[in-house]
């Protein structure tokens, strides 16, 4: 059986997560906590928005543990209640995107009964009835009816006594006076501390209501043993109750609800809820079914009640006839915490992890989590109508994991029509599926495209198959065109790509996007702490090589445009150029440029890219300035083969020593570079960009180069670089190198000629050798180069893109240049004629070109949303 189950994504916390309620229109998720928190996590961005304290925020306490959760249909309310036998509702306010998604989340009222009920297990909300069910460790079921009409009657009273509450009483043994004459005050006793919630490290500046439940109420006994699940039944089950209700004194109404309560005592009772004329609500039972077991879970999948048992055993029962119908059985018998069922796929949660059952089929599924203690299962509506339904589940090591089931096992889907009417917040609706630009990276990221290789290896081969996904991508997002053009010595082909815009407008534009499929090694894997070409989404971050440089800003790219196009919003023109060789310095990528300019595009009017990151974690940035690079070998070699020193030392003339004569000579003691005109067309920085850089070194979080000065020499001051040293030999102390190397990183700035340079430092280092009057051999290898890049930032398309970021971020972007080098910028803007802009995606803490490589997806999201808006405007 095809595992049905596909990580999405796994948040990491400090203590077990023990319940968890999903808000799918809202696209929020809920998480209990043992450390009594309730974490909020926005489904767009994956990111942790807002966090709950029960009890004290000061202190880490486990006396508040959240033990379930439940959930209004309409989202506005939610439910939690756990270790401290206290019910608290929580309003859910709208949710609201600036630069953070955000969502207001006020405590309502807490709900607390009379007597010692312990810690409460499970809880359910009857939106129909208005009407609040739990049940409890001292076997007892409660309840508490038109829950908001007594609240609005508490509000108009104006009656809010915490002293009432459970834990605020006097107790006869714990509060007596003791051997002193006086009690001692109980731990958080503290008058600061009696507001029951504190969000976000404030405590509520309204005071919650108190809810009593009344005697009447609460139902003793209701089982003999801890209530561990409650389930409501939907409407589908009120025809077959109807006849059954063993302490209804007259037929339920239309109105009546049921649900069904599971117990330690091993059997499952039905219950009905009706409301009178006067709108009161009574409770009877009606009928129960033994399980012969502990029933520590239960889900309900029309006409079926599922029961998760001890020892393994999950039990199907037939609602309607009261029989067993089948008895499931997991290979490692422990108990059987949590159960969740869709479309008859069984999920079952024990000791051993989650256990699937289809079709009289069983397997276990490996989710690499610690011991699972709760899950549940909620539909996820996508753009497209596409229904996702998910498992998410809690675990004792902090964890909680969000898993795609597969398409067999899902449902309907919806109509746009009814999204728009399920819509909460109509205003905040995703312009580009994240989750389809998810996809489409875990397929991307998989492509192990290092371009540091020779075509015919491994490497080579999937670059090449990456290139043709690409091309099919595209195609499939409707471009009109959409082609392999091959570059010379068998480099990786050019993927090219073209939407055509709907604007009748004879003026319309021609954008560019510029991007790259190749990386770089990912080195030791062993350093990883993940798969690097298996992508891993975690704590709201993307991990593996290429997801920062450059696979993650061009999926993003990519996906902005097509859905436009879908849309028939896409107004330009926008062609793709997507090459596989930019790490290794772009060779023959300018060659495809002009060979083909003619499919292109002849008149381009915007190059746009994302080949670079923010200059920390915090601000958004525009970047209109890079350096340039010269990187090259020099190598000193003998014809005499590796030596020992104690046979040639002083006899033969070393190729090392004469390589460090010439490469010291490149650069003096005070720094300043020797290679002839190195300086001569350089310019100072005018006013108005020294402010810009002071303006950066004053707000932007730099762990390096953070004055102004040291971003004056990184950003536009060029550079000399020695990179890499190495001999030939065994690398014995005592052996005399036959071969010496040194690499060597020459960053140039605009006013610096690539060509003039290059042709200055081979005949400078020529000319120095000479005098050595050396037998030994020089040859100088340039390995690549980039031409500096300076462009307007303040341009129309700069000013465009200012706006929409500003908007997405709700802050100002900083407009920087940077140290490094994009080798085809420049080569793109002479081609075309055309003005470039970079638009950083990622972070500082990505980690491109180191191990770890990953990208914040709010990141990614919010590139989509700022190219979305901005693509009709250049």
């Known amino acids: 059986m095809p595992t049905p189950l596909e990580l999405v994504h796994r948040w990491s916390h400090t203590y077990s997560i023990l319940a968890t309620c999903a808000f799918p229109h809202k696209k929020l998720l809920f998480a209990g906590t043992q450390d009594s928190k309730i974490l909020v996590f926005d489904i767009t961005t994956y990111n942790l928005i807002k966090v709950l304290h029960l009890g004290q925020s000061t202190e880490i ?17 939610l439910f939690s209640a756990g270790a401290d036998s206290l019910v608290r509702i929580w309003a859910i306010g709208d949710v609201t995107k600036d630069s953070d998604v955000a969502v207001e989340v006020d405590e309502l009222a807490t709900v607390y009964s009379v007597t010692d009920i312990g810690d409460i297990f499970s809880l359910t909300y009857i939106d129909s009835l208005q009407t609040l069910v739990f049940g409890c460790q001292n076997a007892s079921l409660l309840y508490l009816d038109n829950v908001f009409r007594r609240l609005d009657e508490i509000r108009k009273s104006q009656e809010c006594n915490i002293s009432r509450l459970p834990h605020k009483r006097y107790d006869k043994f714990f509060d007596s006076n003791g051997p002193t004459g006086s009690a001692s005050p109980p731990p958080g006793s503290d008058e600061s501390s009696l507001a029951m919630v504190s969000m976000d490290e404030e405590m509520s500046s309204t005071p919650s209501a108190i809810l009593e439940i009344p005697a009447e109420n609460i139902v003793n006994y209701a089982h003999n043993g801890f209530i561990y699940s409650i389930c409501e039944l939907d409407t589908q089950f009120r025809d077959i109750f109807q006849q059954e209700c063993a302490d209804c004194k007259e037929r339920p109404s239309q109105t009546c609800q049921y649900i069904i309560s599971g117990g330690g005592d091993g059997v499952c009772k039905i219950w009905a809820f009706d409301a009178t004329a006067k709108g009161d609500v009574g409770m009877y039972f009606c009928k129960e079914m033994e399980c012969e077991d502990s029933v520590l879970s239960m889900d309900i999948e029309f006409p079926f009640l599922y029961c998760g048992l001890s020892d393994g055993i999950v039990k199907i029962m037939d609602l309607g006839t009261n029989q067993r119908v089948s008895t499931l059985s997991t290979k490692q018998k422990s108990d059987i915490i949590c159960l969740s069922v869709y479309n008859d796929y069984v999920f079952a949660v024990n000791e051993e992890g989650i256990t699937l059952f289809h079709k009289g089929q069983s ?16 539909e996820r509506i996508g753009l497209n109508g596409k229904v996702y339904p998910n498992l998410l589940t809690g675990g004792n090591d902090g964890s909680l994991t969000l898993w795609n089931i597969a398409c067999s096992a899902c449902g309907k889907d919806y109509n746009l029509a009814e999204i728009k009417a399920a819509s909460v917040e109509p205003d905040l609706v995703q312009h580009v599926d994240t989750e389809q630009m998810l996809n489409t990276l875990k397929e991307l990221i998989s492509y192990e495209t290092v371009s540091h290789v020779t075509s015919g290896s491994d490497y080579g081969l999937a670059s090449r198959r990456c290139a043709t996904y690409l091309q099919k991508l595209f195609s499939k997002l409707g471009a009109s065109q959409a082609r392999l053009l091959p570059v010379s010595d068998s480099h990786n082909p050019v993927v090219f790509a073209k939407f055509t815009g709907n604007s009748q407008n004879k003026k319309k534009h021609n954008i560019l996007w510029y991007g790259h499929y190749d990386v770089i090694p990912p080195g030791d894997r062993e350093r990883w702490n993940t798969d690097p070409f298996k992508m891993i989404c975690e704590n709201g971050y993307m991990k593996g090589r290429g997801i920062s440089d ?171 670089s020695i990179t890499t040293l190495s001999t030939s030999g065994p690398g014995n102390i005592t052996v005399i190198p036959k071969v010496a190397t040194i690499g060597l990183s020459i960053r140039l700035v605009p006013g610096q000629s690539v060509d003039e340079v290059k042709e200055n430092l081979i005949a400078f280092l020529q000319d120095r050798f000479k005098t050595l009057s050396s037998k030994n051999h020089l040859d100088i290898e340039i390995l690549n180069v980039a031409e500096p890049w300076l462009s307007d930032p303040k341009n129309i398309g700069y000013e465009i893109l200012k706006e929409e970021l500003t908007k997405a971020w709700d802050t100002e972007p900083l407009f920087v240049r940077e140290g490094g080098s994009v080798p085809c910028i420049r080569t793109l803007e002479r081609t075309f004629d055309a003005p470039a802009i970079q638009i950083p995606c990622g972070q500082s803490t990505d980690n491109g070109h180191l191990y770890n490589e990953n990208m914040r997806i709010k990141n990614l999201s919010n590139m989509a949303e700022i190219l979305y808006n901005a693509a009709n405007r250049l």
Request: proline share 3%.
């Open 61 to 77: 306490n486990t006396r508040s543990s959240v033990l379930c959760l439940d959930r209004s249909k309409d989202e506005k309310f």
């Open 363 to 378: 397997e276990v599924i490996n989710t690499n989590q610690g011991r699972m203690l709760s899950s549940g299962i909620f």
């Open 550 to 720: 450059n696979k993650g800003p061009l999926v993003g790219a990519i996906h902005t445009i097509g859905t436009l196009h879908q849309q028939n919003k896409l107004e330009n023109d926008v062609v793709f150029l997507v090459e596989g060789s930019e790490e290794i310095g772009s060779p023959g990528f300018g060659d495809v440029c002009t060979r083909y300019k003619d499919i292109i595009g002849e008149k381009i009017d915007w190059i746009l890219l994302s080949n670079s990151t923010w200059v920390d974690s915090v601000h958004p940035c525009l970047t209109y300035g890079l350096r340039g690079v010269i990187n090259a070998r020099v190598r000193v070699s003998s014809d005499v083969p590796d030596s020992h020193s104690g046979v040639s030392g002083g006899i033969l003339q070393e190729p090392t020593l004469d390589l460090i004569k010439i490469i010291s000579e490149l650069q003096d003691t005070s720094g300043t570079i020797n290679i002839p005109n190195f300086y001569s067309n350089l310019k100072d920085i005018d006013h108005e960009e020294y402010e810009r850089f002071k303006q950066v070194s004053k707000v932007a979080d730099l762990k390096r180069n953070s004055s102004t000065e040291e971003l004056i020499k990184n950003w536009t001051k060029p550079s000399l």
